[in-house]
């Protein structure tokens, strides 16, 4: 019986070894075939595009004509994230060597295009360290002023807006039309714009010349609308655009995609969420333009300046009369605002004040040469707009701020860009930029002061013209035909 039992032990565990060694060997072999012929793939992928493994060249055929206005696209999304990029060059098979491009094949040529370095490190235009460092090689407030000109006079000569009409008896009157005073107060920004654009020559009554379609609604006005108010603003906007819908083509042809409103009040980031389709397709003018909100897509979107108006000539007050390093004034309604405060609130040469100051506030931004842009309960503050139209180089702590025309304007040099980490380290780092780069950063201020000023009677390159090139460079490029 022991004899017997060992044998059959001995033949079960010899079959079960069998088993198990071929259930092992099985896999093995099978995942080194194809670990095989994932490398050989990846290599033969590598050749055909002409990319060898320690070098990042992409070639993409495509048979569509892009212009020059739709590579710009291109190059604003490159730009976005390297500021030092400053234009597209042609060349002609002809090698590339020490630089990382981004190959596009159009028409027979190939466009060459210096890729960003990867999210989050940058180049900056303003290197810190001592007084005596000098700017890398862009110091122009322009990425490229040369086609930012170029573009700007082509806008200004074809660009036209059909405004959705309404008459003056509308029961909303005042929240479709134009004001008829001077708009003013920390949201004029979207009353300005609207103002502005009624009297500009980009309005055509003609539907079938425009290229693009102003929604005309303004959220700070529903808001402060007491058949309105805060709890009204998505259903009226939701049934607004219903009935645009239903009364005219415009919107159905192409899904809003060629339609834009403006907002610069905080309640218009919640203001489309019963027209989800107005946040997908539609073009945002807002001041709160942050990445870090789902409903905001940059490049589809657009940034526009919150700015406090301010008449008459700017106060200059020269670098050498700015006695104080850095200041900031406000209400603690944010934790960057709060641990701005706490860390600096004793210190002789940053001066900041939680709440409002008992001196004057144009007193305290003419004597200090950065003023601190703190994010509050959002993003953006008029603070950016008084820092410039005080001669003050603005000092940013808001991560996630896509700024105002940042696809024009090259914010590194004529700003601080800070992350709210640094804050224990912001003195230091401002201390760290020399003199001469600071008198450069200031002067650089003085340039774009008159992008960021709205006017009664308008000029170019004010505020309402950059906007109306940043829509310029979202409008759509295949014209409806009815």
């Not at 466009?111 to 122009?140: A, M, W």
């Amino acid at each position: 019986m022991n004899q017997r039992d060992s044998l059959i032990n001995m033949v079960v565990s010899s079959q079960w070894n069998r088993r198990f060694k071929g259930s092992f060997i099985k896999p093995t072999i099978l995942a080194f075939i194809t670990s095989t012929l994932i490398v050989f793939y990846i290599f033969s992928t590598l050749r055909l595009l002409n990319i060898h493994p320690h070098q990042t060249q992409l070639e993409i055929k495509t048979p569509l004509d892009i212009s020059s206005s739709n590579l710009r696209i291109v190059v604003q999304e490159i730009q976005k994230y390297n500021r030092s990029f400053h234009g597209v060059f042609v060349d002609h098979n002809k090698p590339i060597k020490d630089e990382e491009t981004l190959t596009l094949l159009l028409q027979n040529n190939t466009t060459i295009l210096p890729l960003p370095e990867p999210f989050p490190i940058s180049k900056p235009e303003l290197q810190v360290g001592s007084r005596d460092q000098k700017f890398v090689e862009n110091k122009d407030v322009f990425h490229d002023k040369d086609l930012f000109q170029e573009e700007y006079k082509e806008m200004n000569r074809t660009l036209k807006i059909y405004v959705y009409p309404h008459k003056i008896n509308d029961p909303f009157a005042n929240v479709l039309l134009a004001v008829d005073y001077e708009p003013a107060g920390n949201y004029a920004s979207e009353s300005y714009f609207k103002k502005s654009l009624y009297k500009s020559h980009f309005i055509t009554n003609d539907p079938k010349e425009a290229d693009l379609f102003y929604l005309p609604f303004s959220i700070a006005s529903l808001r402060n609308d007491k058949r309105v108010g805060v709890g009204g603003i998505q259903d009226f906007v939701k049934n607004y655009v219903f009935e645009i819908s239903e009364k005219y083509p415009y919107w159905n042809r192409s899904g809003g995609a060629d339609h834009f409103y403006v907002a610069c009040h905080s309640i218009g980031r919640t203001a489309m969420e019963k027209a989800i389709h107005v946040k997908l397709n539609a073009i945002q003018v807002v001041c709160s333009s942050s990445y870090f909100l789902s409903g905001y897509v940059a490049h589809k979107d657009a940034s526009i300046p919150q700015i406090w108006p301010r008449k008459g000539v700017h106060p200059i007050n020269g670098p050498s009369e700015r006695q104080k390093l850095a200041f900031f004034a406000g209400a603690m309604n944010s934790r960057v605002r709060e641990n701005l405060v706490q860390v600096w609130r004793n210190d002789s040469e940053i001066i900041v004040h939680s709440g409002r100051m008992k001196t004057p506030y144009s007193e305290a931004l003419l004597g200090s040469k950065y003023c601190i842009h703190a994010k509050g309960f959002e993003i953006n503050t008029a603070r950016i707009g008084d820092a410039l139209y005080y001669g003050c180089v603005p000092v940013i702590l808001a991560d996630h701020y896509d700024l105002p025309y940042t696809d024009i304007l090259n914010w590194e040099s004529f700003s601080v860009i800070i992350s709210s980490l640094d804050i224990p380290i912001l003195k230091k780092i401002l201390e760290e930029i020399g003199y001469d780069q600071y008198v450069e950063l200031q002067k650089n201020v003085m340039q774009v002061q008159k992008h960021f000023q709205w006017n009664s009677f308008l000029k170019d390159f004010d505020a309402f013209h950059m906007v109306m090139y940043e829509l310029w460079t979202r409008r759509s490029h295949l014209r409806q035909i009815y």
